[in-house]
């Protein structure tokens, strides 16, 4: 089987879904609303997340929920439609850890993620959010150009 390659970054363009990506675009703006409207809160997971490693009194169980549920939504999607989660990465280990670290740090230098800016901010017209989303965006596509054309797409 050939694999259309996007740029030659490893992109694959055969697993294009443009009904269930709008589909998950709708519940995710959908969810990130009703949290917002009904609860008076941010639905930017670093900051949902952070808020149990510092926790405040009486603070812990709607976060523990919330994040609970991510997980069990994942787990669910998987025993139902295994096939959508056969998804190769085709990074190191290590690679993959340094990333994960460094949107970690991203995400408190930031002082959010691309959860709580991208998707709840923007829709609020912060312009912290607006900034921040243009970084996160910007800083993407250096990377994804570096990983790719510099370093072959071996790192």
């Avoid at 703006?29 to 930017?44: E, T, V, W």
């Avoid at 085709?90 to 800016?117: D, K, M, N, P, Q």
């Amino acid at each position: 089987m050939v694999v259309a390659r996007a740029l030659h970054w490893g992109c694959r363009m055969d697993t294009f879904t443009p009904f269930a990506s709008l589909l998950g675009g709708v519940l995710i703006g959908l969810s990130a609303s009703a949290m917002l409207f009904l609860h008076g809160r941010i639905a930017g997971i670093s900051g949902i997340a952070g808020g149990l490693v510092n926790p405040k009194r009486g603070d812990t169980a709607w976060r523990l929920y919330f994040i609970g549920g991510l997980v069990a939504a994942g787990i669910i999607a998987a025993l139902l439609a295994p096939s959508q989660f056969q998804v190769g990465i085709e990074r190191s280990s290590w690679a993959v850890a340094i990333a994960g670290l460094l949107v970690g740090f991203g995400s408190r230098l930031g002082s959010g993620c691309t959860s709580g800016h991208g998707v709840c901010g923007i829709t609020r017209f912060s312009p912290r959010s607006l900034i921040a989303t243009a970084t996160f965006m910007t800083t993407g596509a250096i990377a994804a150009f570096v990983v790719g054309h510099l370093f072959g797409g071996s790192v």
